[in-house]
């Protein structure tokens, strides 16, 4: 996106003319979003893609400063929506900066409202590594207070705090001079699931808040307790007979996976009375096996057959 000069198979615009033909009150304005993420390292492969419910025949993408516009073809991933992408790789300091797409027909000149802002920011363009550290750990219960402290040697005026996998843009603070280091306080309270996952930061210059330093070494956080906790469930069901085999299912919600279940079955077979009683189960993170989920719902198994049969403190039944 250098000046004057356009990407593969797409055509330099002329500045662009929002709004113009849509009814008043509708914008008509496109998404941008790219599935890398807002922060690429330098040298990485870098894709934008423009989005929108309306049927656009084509798009164009604008860079905040820069007067040439790629206009690429629109398609239809799906019924109802329109879509171009845009590969801007492998990247360098030039791809830095602010983005906006625009939506159009092939029988207008004219385009609609640009999309939301979408910053593009490069880290690995400075020498520097800061470093990244957890108060009061990387393991806590949720509820909790945590801050994330990220600080460097070297002279930068901001710091910038990003999750892995997360859409929204880094956090960024104002460095402060403390101990030696310059250094920036994240603080996340109270801390739910949703704070789980990996976590990177990096420097900046405040000149140009788009170029960054290389990333610090990923930190892990989780989150314990709350609300996630597996269930518990038996087959056949929870009253079998003394002999038959009985299975134990857990099913532990994970956090950004909402739709995939894990589940760990437990065989418990032949039964006899000594497996009557009270059961929970626990989840825990792979990276993190002392940390313990809370437990499932109490599910209490009952085998019939014994001579007395008791659930919850009272009697049952009496076999004969």
Known sequence: LRK????????????????????PGVSGKPSLLTPQGPVVASGQSLTLQCRSDVGYDRFALSQEGRQALPQ?????????LSQADFPLGPVTNTHAGRYRC???????????????????????WFPDTPSLSVQPGPVVASGENVTLLCQ???????????????ARPPLRLRSK????????????SPVTSAHNGTYRCYSSLSSNPYLLSHASAPLELAVSGGQDKPSLSARPNPMVPQGFSLYKDD???????????????????????????????HGYYSHFPSVWSAPSEPLEIVVTGQRALVQNGYPLSQSS
């Open 4 to 23: 004057g000069v356009c990407s593969q198979g797409c055509v330099p615009l002329t500045p662009l003319q929002p709004r113009a033909g849509f009814p």
């Open 102 to 124: 625009y939506g159009g027909h092939n029988l207008s000149s004219e385009w609609s409202a640009p999309s939301d802002p979408l910053d593009i920011l490069v880290a690995g």
């Open 251 to 281: 099913g532990a919600h994970v956090p950004g996976l909402p739709d995939i279940i894990f589940q760990n079955s437990f065989l418990m077979g032949p039964v006899t009375s000594a497996h009557a009683g009270t059961y929970r189960c």
């Open 72 to 80: 690429h073809p629109g398609r239809q991933p799906q019924a109802g």
């Open 177 to 188: 001079y403390r101990g030696g280091h310059l250094q920036a306080k994240f603080s996340m």
């Open 152 to 166: 460097s040697g070297s002279t930068k005026e901001t710091f910038l705090l990003s999750k892995e996998g997360a």
